[in-house]
T-cell receptor, first 113, second 115 residues
Framework: DAKTTQPNSMESNEEEPVHLPCNHS???????IHWYRQLPSQGPEYVIH???SNVNNRMASLAIAEDRKSSTLILHRATLRDAAVYYC??????????????FGTGTLLAVQP | DTGVSQNPRHKITKRGQNVTFRCDPI?????LYWYRQTLGQGPEFLTY????????KSRLLSDRFSAERPKGSFSTLEIQRTEQGDSAMYLC?????????????FGPGTRLTVT
């Protein structure tokens, strides 16, 4: 399984943008890039996913490098509620794949008021 | 739709006892997953069901662990003869069967403490 590398922790100020990087240099052409986050004392929750093009949704934006070897999760205006561990995960789209999620240790985002 | 629910939320047991956890997925979801999470680590995959069929088990799932999803709806995870190393958060998730880009929805987890 292809691996991802993320910084252990990052800090941000409230109402400022946050860019969370993820390196996945061994990504294959059939891997989706997924982001999940885990708020304190909760199960993970889906944030966003993409394959090749940049993606936007109500929670965040995902910027994917042209060679797909890295991606960046963008929170446009951080709030205190965004303090969480953010996981970057590669999911294969092979037929018959379990599509289990393989989590790393993620990035712990602290948001200062 | 109330999301994925798990019961109990917390369980304290003595070493050697058996414990059983329950997961109720989102009703129309065919796939159900169990994960385990220890402090400071990301969740680790344990096993996966498609409807009532258990299609994959991780090597982490020793013989003391058994999971069922008898009617393709709720699932149970049983741990026999618990050990202190079993102390962890046990997470359940569910998803649609297709396409594989579909997100997984997680429950709040069951925190197990083995004393």
């Amino acid at each position: 399984d292809a691996k991802t590398t993320q910084p252990n922790s990052m800090e941000s100020n409230e109402e400022e943008p946050v860019h969370l990087p993820c390196n996945h240099s061994t990504i294959s052409g059939t891997d989706y890039i997924h982001w999940y986050r885990q708020l304190p004392s909760q199960g993970p929750e889906y944030v966003i996913h993409g394959l090749t093009s940049n993606v936007n949704n109500r929670m965040a934006s995902l910027a994917i490098a042209e060679d797909r070897k890295s991606s960046t999760l963008i929170l446009h205006r951080a709030t205190l509620r965004d303090a969480a561990v953010y996981y970057c995960i590669l999911r294969p789209i092979r037929g018959g794949a379990t599509n289990k999620l393989i989590f790393g240790t993620g990035t712990l985002l602290a948001v200062q008021p | 739709d109330t999301g994925v629910s798990q019961n109990p939320r917390h369980k304290i047991t003595k070493r050697g006892q058996n414990v059983t956890f329950r997961c109720d997925p989102i009703s129309e979801h065919n796939r159900l997953y169990w994960y385990r999470q220890t402090l400071g680590q990301g969740p680790e995959f344990l096993t996966y069901f498609q409807n009532e069929a258990q299609l994959e088990k991780s090597r982490l799932l020793s013989d003391r662990f058994s999971a069922e999803r008898p009617k393709g709806s709720f699932s149970t995870l049983e741990i026999q003869r618990t050990e202190q190393g079993d102390s962890a958060m046990y997470l359940c998730a569910s998803s649609h069967i297709d396409p594989p880009s579909y997100e997984q929805y997680f429950g709040p987890g069951t925190r197990l403490t083995v004393t």
